[in-house]
Each structure stands twice: as C-alpha cells, then as structure tokens.
C-alpha cells in the first residue's frame, strides 16, 4: 500500500501544482502543453491510488478519499514535485528532474511480475512520461542554450531545486521491501541511470551540474515542507465542505 | 423472437457497438479507435472490455457510459470492464479510421508506435492533412486533448492537428 501511495501522491501532487498553470502559462501552447501533462498525472494517480485503496479489504477506500480526505501528514509524495511553481523555468526544473526519475520508476513497473495490475498501469504510464520527459529536456535545452538571461534563470531554478533530489533515492524501508520483492527498482542503480540522463541534458544545455550538498527529506514519511498544506487546502475545500458532493 | 444465444448476443451488441462514436473524434466509431477490445459472454451475460487511449483521457468515461447504454438495448445485464493492459496503442486504430482523420483535416499517426522518435515527433514529417504539402512544423507536442500534437502548414499555412503516434 505505502510503494502504491507513493506513486499515486507524486503524480496527484505535480498534477495540482500544474494544473494551477492553467490560464496563466506564457503561452497558450504551454498553458495546454502544462495542463495535459496534469491530465495524464490525474489519470495515473486515479489508477494508482485505486489500486492502493483496494488492498485492504477490511477498509476499502476509493481514490477520490484518498486524494481528497487524508491530512497532509498521510501524503507520501517526494517534497520535490509539492514545492511551488515559481516562474517558467521553476516549473520545467521541476518538471524535468521529476520526469527523468519517474520514467526511469515506471520502466521498471511496467516489467516486474511481483504486482501485475501495478505493472498494467505503468505500462500505460510510461509511454506518457516518455513524451513529458521529451518536452521538459527540450525546455530546459531552449532555456540553458538560450539567451544569457534565460541561461541564467533556469540555472538558478536547478540550484534551487537541487537539494529535493537526493530523496528520489534515499531508499527507506518501504523501498528496500519493495526492491526485493521485486515491485520496486533498486534506487541505487536507478540514481546511476538517472545521473546519465540529467548529465548528458545539462551538458547539451551548457548548464552546470550542481554539486550534491545537504538534501531535504521528509515527504515519504508524510513530513512536508509548507507548501503542501496551502496546496492541499485549495484541493481538497469541496469535498471537505461538502462530503459526497456530485455533479 | 429474439435469439438469445450466446454468440448471436456478442454478434448483436457488436453490431450495435459500431455506432457509439468517439465523444472527442465524432466521426470514429470506438471500435475504429480501438478503444473497444472485446465482447463477450460471461456469467449469464454480455460484458463490453474497452481501454483508455491515455490514462487521464476524460472521454474514456463517456465512452464507458455510451458502450453500456448502447449494449443494455440488447443485454439488459450488459455489462463494462475497463483494462489497462494490454496498453492501448495507435497501432489499432483501423485504416480506415485514419483515412476519416485526414478527411477531417487532423493529420493521422505515422508509422508505429514502437518506434520511440515517432512518438516524440523527432526528425519525422507529418504531412498537411488539408493540402498534403510536407512542409509542416511542429508548434507544440500537445493538443486540444492528451491524444493531439500542433502542426502548422507552412503551404497553406493553416493549422491542424496531429494524431500523436502512441
Ligand atoms: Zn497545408
């Protein structure tokens, strides 16, 4: 249930943090581009999560309680993907360090036997964030290899983003369960394929690797930084004034 | 007096099926789309398998909702089961349905989808489903819905859409 809710709260927490975009990306293309990127995240967390309130019998849960109902200390997502919007850049920073993690994650799903119905997910998953990780490297390119101010911008946004990295890999209980059994892929070989891949964009964006320093953690264990709370309160408003509201 | 039997029930709902159409693509019928899998007998009655295009595909309700209508004509107890798996793919979308695309000024998918530069557009031409001319550029790999890419024709210099090769 804990490696399920992990998945199912990355993409739910990214798909809200995009979806504010929309109406206020620089371009219309992006605005669409950002927010079909938050439909496919919807869509995975929805297949996620229902999966994950499946497995206790005893106390079944849809996806829409789990997303909507449980406090901000039961969500298990890295504290990457719940930091803030920024500007553009801060956004495909994000997007772009996330992307190449959660392919490198949902490959391995989609080819383990451990959990079948977790596998059929990723599958559908991982030609999505094939195409999401496609266009967040051809930003982060645009930008670095473009003028000196958006070189200097997205660089920054890197920086800034880099120290919500290391949990990606920081593999906890639930991860080394999980890469045993099999579900899971061993982190330590994902972080070098991952390091592979953020290399050779950065590179060809003439950015700068920053140099790993202290990272936050806390997201796995439900320890968030502020910025989840304000977001979940926005998300969660309707069905917690109005419980089983429909339309 | 209707046949009941098994295979003439599965015969009668597929029949009936080919005419629930795409909520986004109108003129494509789900079965042209490949979103229908499969129509079977089991347990004492009819069960429609469809699949989403993309996960977070909002038709893929619809379609759900359409396909049950449109069976309970026939099977009252008729019933739908969404898969994932196998993942669906452009590579079923029918010939046909292709050919109705481009009819309809939205460029079709090219090639196959285990090809990994079509899927993201590299290097590849997608030709202007309006005038044919194969100087086309990519405006944006995303659309009006997860399943579209945005082209403009650089020949007539209208825009369009590209079914994106998935
Ligand atoms: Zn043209």
Redesign the interface.
């Known amino acids: 249930m804990h490696a399920l809710l992990r998945l199912g709260d990355d993409a739910l927490v990214l798909a809200q943090r995009l979806g504010e975009w929309c109406g206020h990306a620089p371009a219309l293309e992006e605005d669409i581009a950002l927010t079909n990127i938050a439909l496919d995240l919807i869509g995975q967390t929805q297949s996620y999560l229902t999966l994950a309130g499946s497995l206790d019998p005893d106390a079944p849960k849809t996806d829409d309680e789990l997303a909507f109902l449980r406090s901000e200390s039961e969500f298990k997502n890295l504290l990457l993907v719940e930091q803030s919007n920024g500007h553009f850049g801060d956004t495909i920073a994000r997007q772009f360090l996330f992307d190449q993690y959660a392919l490198l994650r949902a490959e391995h799903l989609a080819q383990q036997t451990f959990d079948l119905d977790a596998a059929a997910i990723a599958a559908k998953a991982v030609k999505e964030i094939r195409y999401h990780a496609a266009h967040s490297s051809k930003w982060i390119i645009r930008l670095g290899d473009g003028t000196s101010e958006s070189h200097s911008r997205i660089q920054k946004s890197i920086d800034d983003l880099w120290a919500f990295t290391g949990e990606m890999f920081a593999a906890d209980d639930v991860d080394i369960a999980g890469s045993i059994a099999g579900l899971l892929p061993d982190l330590s070989a994902l972080k070098t394929q991952w390091d592979v891949e953020i290399d050779r964009v950065l590179v060809e964006a003439t950015l700068i690797r920053p140099k790993d320093g202290a990272m936050k953690t806390g997201g796995r264990t439900g320890v968030h930084t502020e910025e989840l709370g304000t977001m979940l309160a926005e998300m969660q408003i309707l069905p917690r004034t109005h419980p089983g509201a429909s339309w | 007096m209707i046949d009941r039997s098994p295979s003439s029930l599965v015969k009668a709902v597929s029949r009936q099926l080919q005419d629930v159409m795409d909520p986004e693509l109108t003129f494509l019928s789900v079965t042209d789309m490949g979103i229908l899998r499969d129509v079977k007998f089991e347990n004492g009655h009819i069960v429609c398998v469809i699949t989403?295009t993309?996960?977070?595909?909002?038709a893929t309700e619809v379609i759900s909702e359409d396909v049950l209508k449109a069976a309970r004509e026939i099977d009252p107890d008729a019933e739908v089961e969404v898969?994932?798996?196998?993942?669906?793919t452009t590579d079923w979308i029918s010939l046909e349905a292709r050919e109705k695309m481009t009819a309809n000024g939205i460029a079709p998918p090219e090639g196959s989808?285990h090809d990994?530069a079509f899927?993201?557009g590299d290097g590849h031409t997608i030709p202007c489903p309006i005038c044919k001319s194969k100087e086309t550029k990519l405006?944006?790999?995303?659309?009006?819905t997860?399943c579209k890419a945005?082209f403009t024709c650089n020949a007539c210099l209208e825009p369009f859409e590209h079914f994106?090769c998935?």
Do not use: D, N
């Open positions: 989403p993309y996960s977070g595909c909002p898969v994932l798996s196998p993942a669906w989808s990994k899927l993201t405006i944006s790999p995303f659309g009006s997860p945005s994106k998935f």
